[in-house]
């Protein structure tokens, strides 16, 4: 089992920046694909990114492509989402999640998640 910690999350202007982190603890986070996700008010949670094992493969919503990188330090057990160019329509909490068995775009498909973060981008 592990455990997720989201931290990161703020208010920021339009434009601007912020880089998530996720912190997992339990089992060793190298076993595990990760993903982010969010959820705005009245919205069902949706897909935002997620990242191999190795970190060598990505995949990314069409919404955040190009504006939005996902990293990770499997040294530091950490999962990080780099988000610029921060739109209102970005606004969300943010959740990060894991499984062990397949990079999927599926909230689904993650076993763990976080408590989440919140993010507000104001226009």
């Known amino acids: 089992q592990v455990q997720l910690v989201e931290s990161g999350g703020g208010l920021v202007q339009a434009g601007g920046s912020l880089r998530l982190s996720c912190a997992a603890s339990g089992r060793t986070s190298s076993n595990y694909r990760m993903g982010w996700f969010r959820q705005a008010p009245g919205k069902e949670r949706e897909f935002v990114a997620a990242i191999s094992r190795s970190g060598l493969n990505t995949d990314y919503a069409d919404s955040v492509k190009g504006r939005f990188t996902i990293s990770r330090d499997n040294n530091k057990n950490t999962v990080y989402l780099q988000m610029n160019s921060l739109k209102p329509e970005d606004t969300a909490v943010y959740y990060c999640?894991?499984?062990?068995?397949?990079?999927?775009?599926?909230?689904?498909?993650?076993?763990?998640w976080g408590q989440g973060t919140q993010v507000t981008v104001s226009s």
């Open positions: 999640a894991a499984n062990a068995r397949i990079m999927t775009t599926l909230s689904g498909g993650y076993d763990y």
